[in-house]
Nanobody, 122 residues
Framework: QVQLVESGGGLVQAGGSLRLSCAAS????????MGWYRQAPGKQRELVAE????????NYGDSVKGRFTISRDNTKNTVYLQMNSLKPEDTAVYYC???????????????WGQGTQVTVSS
């Protein structure tokens, strides 16, 4: 079993900052990608940021470029999302994701955290 546990969500005023953390634990052989998605009420889940191939490459959603930064500590199987200059439209449930192997010959599988609420007030 693999668990992803998020922390760091909350309520913040527009222009403020929050830092999300997500720790992966359990039967993990290797992690390829760790990232963050978000889903606002009535909208589809969208990519916020991802750290690929052990952290050598990153992707960001267009709406967060220049404001959010993803980082990763491979020794702790943990991914972080530093969110600056937050806007009300950033309000959503933020989900941690990981694409990983649970064994050397096991195909990559996707795992998700339970989500953490981020609310930005105007």
């Amino acid at each position: 079993q693999v668990q992803l546990v998020e922390s760091g969500g909350g309520l913040v005023q527009a222009g403020g900052s929050l830092r999300l953390s997500c720790a992966a634990s359990g039967r993990i052989f290797s992690i390829n990608t760790m990232g963050w998605y978000r889903q606002a009420p009535g909208k589809q889940r969208e990519l916020v940021a991802e750290s690929i191939t052990g952290g050598t490459s990153t992707n960001y959603g267009d709406s967060v470029k220049g404001r959010f930064t993803i980082s990763r500590d491979n020794t702790k199987n943990t991914v972080y999302l530093q969110m600056n200059s937050l806007k009300p439209e950033d309000t959503a449930v933020y989900y941690c994701s990981a694409r990983l192997r649970t064994g050397k010959w096991i195909p990559l599988s996707d795992y998700w955290g339970q989500g953490t609420q981020v609310t930005v007030s105007s």
